[in-house]
């Protein structure tokens, strides 16, 4: 596994955990939620904006809105 390979492993590890404690060890509506489109970024899923860190930390939005009960 090369450098580019590593970091992007390390991004969606960091991130899937993220989900798996959001939605309190529900695995299966972490793996629903990677795929699900969020307007905030830009109407994509998870999953699609992992490529680089800046991109992976967008995702700190969305996550404290859905931990604070605010799904809009």
Known sequence: ????????LFR???VMK???V???GDINSARTWWNKPIREI???GPIAIIATS???GT???PIRR????VFA
């Open 12 to 14: 969606f590890a960091k």
């Open 59 to 61: 995702l700190q939005g």
């Open 66 to 69: 859905i931990e604070n009960g």
């Open 18 to 20: 993220a989900a798996i």
């Open 22 to 24: 959001l939605f309190e």
């Open 54 to 56: 800046v991109e992976t």
């Open 42 to 44: 830009g109407g994509t």
């Open 1 to 8: 596994m090369n450098q580019n390979e590593s970091d992007h």
